[in-house]
């Protein structure tokens, strides 16, 4: 019988074929990664401490980014007059880590093999979470690839220690990060209002050398200035919490909080820090789609990271 349709070449429409993030290869052998990003799913979301869901932020995420799939010729930007994610840049996505359900540490064993596997292919990590409890093994993974500083954008500052006998939730990745000496200080971002540190946390976090500031602060210092809260010379690594958003536009997530960033604030930083540091690894987590019925949170997740992929590699001089 024959064929798939149209004789003119494929269309490759947005609702058509396999989600894979932005329509871009998938390469299910993490022994042959050849790429200069690669995707990883990380659909866990065993360490949230109210409304789980975020295990299903990878599917919703990857099918929202199929709205994205520029093709060949990559998103040209008439603000920035520049053409971002041309076809020279190689973008893989490697599926997802396998999750054991109730496994916390099988599961986060299993995350950091897919984050090491892309490190080890001279590639640019980027996860897609599940709750922010992921980032503990995405930045274990980073051991023996040099200092790192991370940028955390989040409305909480996920700095417990232990809570109840727990060591490795959503509550707790930022304290784990100053647990390695090559994560060299940490900048929060956002940090609002009702958290779940408390105000011990803080100190301690501050102690640590933590730079932290509400939305109101950033505001008040505007984006240029607060790119230069960040170290110079600092390699980042970016983990961002999508509830650091007003849930006005990203409703879909375990822990909403209202006062967050607006879409332009966050972006406008992420593009001003990709022209001024080397960017080592990113995840972005705590979608949880089926608190938004209209696929917003999802859409503006990869949104984001599609124009801060295109905003590192045109640093780059792709």
């Keep these: 019988m024959a064929g798939h349709g149209y004789d003119g070449g494929r269309l490759d429409l947005p609702f058509v074929g396999i989600s894979t993030f932005g329509k871009r290869p998938y390469q299910p052998d993490w022994t042959a990664i050849e790429a200069e990003a690669a995707v990883l799913g990380a659909p866990f979301d065993f360490g949230t401490q109210w409304r789980p869901g975020a295990r299903f932020g990878p599917r919703a995420v990857r099918e929202a980014s199929t709205l994205f799939s520029f093709g060949h010729a990559g998103a040209y930007d008439h603000e920035d007059d520049a ?14 880590a396998d999750i054991v359900h109730t496994d916390t540490e099988q599961s986060h064993a299993n995350i950091e093999t897919g984050v090491r596997a892309i490190l080890g292919a001279g590639a640019l990590p980027v996860v897609i979470g599940g709750d922010h409890s992921v980032n503990i093994p995405c930045l274990r993974a980073f051991e023996g690839q040099g200092d790192i500083h991370v940028l955390q954008i989040d409305a909480h500052l996920d700095f417990v220690d232990e809570r109840h006998g727990v060591r490795h939730g959503h509550g707790n990745p930022m304290r784990r990060a100053t647990e390695h000496a090559y994560v060299t200080g940490l900048t929060q971002l956002g940090i609002r209002n009702v958290s779940s540190t408390a105000k011990e946390g803080y100190m301690a976090a501050r102690a640590m050398g933590s730079d932290i500031l509400s939305v109101r602060q950033c505001r008040a210092l ?3 200035a607060l790119a230069t809260r960040i170290p110079k010379g600092a390699r980042l690594y970016l983990t961002i919490d999508i509830d650091a958003f007003c849930p006005s536009i990203a409703p879909g997530t375990g822990t909403p909080s209202h006062g967050g960033f607006l879409y332009y604030e966050v972006l406008e930083l992420l593009q001003q820090l990709a022209r001024e540091h080397e960017i080592v690894g990113i995840d972005l987590v ?5 608190y938004d019925p209209t696929g917003s949170t999802a859409i503006l997740a990869a949104q984001l990271l599609l124009n801060l992929l295109g905003f590192i590699f045109h640093a780059k001089g792709h």
């Excluded at 705590?286 to 089926?290: F, G, H, Q, T, Y």
């Design 83 to 96: 053409t971002y994610l041309p076809g020279s840049v190689r973008i893989v996505d490697l599926g997802d």
């Design 222 to 224: 505007g984006t240029a």
């Design 286 to 290: 705590e979608v949880a789609p089926d």
